[in-house]
């Protein structure tokens, strides 16, 4: 596991690419063994694993929610939460903005981008994703700052499929970027990239790629 993080901090850190480390299912003594080589950035999928996971573990560390969120479970990470990757309709957002406001602070947020074929991803669809901003604008969010785009790739290992569904997150981001964020300097996270298949996303443009199995090996349960 070591070995591997280290390899890979020397791969993508001088290419400006940020690793967010996929600790979901994994023990908290692992996620330490990472926090003490200097990795604050830790994913998790479920809430409530989250929750537990940062009662026990240091408070510098990062906390981002990668996995579908549940409107109902917003306000169990408000207070802290570092990034979410997984804002998928509006009014998720406005959940989120919501309760940003009860505890007064701004929340930062990935749009995620469905780019894969299969139906079973989460994400706003192209077309719905750049009409998100047609009622109500990102200004209208007080408490949310939109930190840029998310997307999953289809599970293939057919590589111009997975450079197409890159390039197409890319493509959403600077389509984005012009229309509503060109002034703003914190809209500029790409995050889009597995274990399987890191280095297209990467190769495509993506600048933040979310890593599980390759840093920590296999997960028991999915
Ligand atoms: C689990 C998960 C990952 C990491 O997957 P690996 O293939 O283990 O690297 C990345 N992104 C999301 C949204 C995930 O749920």
Known sequence: MIEEYLRLKTELEPRGVNILAVSKTHSPEKIMQLYNLGQRDFGENRVQEMVEKRTILPHDIRWHQIGHLQKNKVKYIAPWVSLIHSVDDLDLLTVINREGEKCN?????????????????????????????????????????FEGVMGMASFTEDISQLEGEYK???????????????????????????????????????????????????????
């Open 105 to 145: 602070r701004v929340i930062s947020i990935l749009l995620q981008i469905k780019i894969a074929e299969e139906d079973t991803k989460y994400g706003l669809l192209i077309g719905e994703a750049l009409n998100i901003f047609q009622v109500k604008k990102p200004s209208d969010f007080k408490f949310i700052k």
């Open 168 to 222: 197409t997150l890319i493509k959403v981001f600077h389509q984005f970027k012009r229309e509503y964020f060109a002034h703003d300097d914190d809209f500029r996270i790409i995050s889009g990239g597995m274990s399987g298949d890191y280095k297209i996303a990467i190769e495509s443009g993506c600048n933040m790629v979310r890593l599980g199995s390759i840093i920590f090996g296999q997960r028991n349960s999915p």
